[in-house]
């Protein structure tokens, strides 16, 4: 293995550039950088097309090891780097009694994913230049006046068997949303409403020096699914950045999300997994 510098991280990351995930990483790398830099427990090395980023650390009584593996070049061994990460972990941890062992694995491709790796759930990575779109009077901005609007509207699908796998996975992403944070960030939220029901939200961000928007998040309460609403919202984050590109992640099993991806203009560009 060869040791690297965060800089060097960020450049590789960068150059590679398979669709969302290296510019959302790179992105969101780059924000949180002078933390990045100062933390003495980070070390990042590269090795077969890939660098791992290795933290370990004692907190309240236990040592937490973790080992981040992405990918940064198409012909990456990343199995077999992280292989090899897991092992030294496990090694190293038994040296302590309380642990706790987090490695994960960020593998992208171009096009659609691996079929040797369907048994996980992945995203697609699909984006979209130009073709501007109207705003929907119905949509506005979100702020922390709202937060228990939003709790309401998520409420219901975090209950047991009250929604789909991907509805509660999206409620519990607004639930509790952090608006401070999201502010600070450039994350804006928006609202759908039908009359004073908030119906839907989805965030979105836009990196000026990048010229790139993203579209992170998206849910409707599934009594307002399948009549425009999430269409609705999309279009109005588009509409207020027109001539960037744009990126909208989905799993590859949300048929939904997939299908409201390319009804607007999005094309596959790439595709990922995160496995832990």
Known sequence: ???ITY??????????????HCEKYA????LHADI?????????????????????YEYQ???WIWRNVHQIEPEADIDAVTNAQLADAREYGNRFDDVSLNVGEFLVSKGDLLPEKNQYLGWRNYTRMGEPVLPDARVRILTETDAQLVEQACAPSLAPDGDTWFGRTEAGSFSGYNFAYAEKCHIKLYGIFDGDILAGMTTCSYEEDLRLAWLRDLFVTPAYRRKGFGRALVSTALSEYPDVKWHYQAARDNVPSVSLAKSMGFTLEGAGLFIT
């Open 36 to 56: 990045m830099r100062e933390n003495e427990s980070l070390q990042l090395h590269y090795d077969r097309g890939c660098v791992i980023m290795a933290e370990d």
């Open 1 to 3: 293995m060869q040791k």
């Open 61 to 63: 009584g236990k040592r």
């Open 7 to 20: 800089e060097d991280f960020l450049q590789r990351l960068t150059e590679y550039g398979t669709a969302v």
């Open 27 to 30: 992105n969101n790398y780059k």
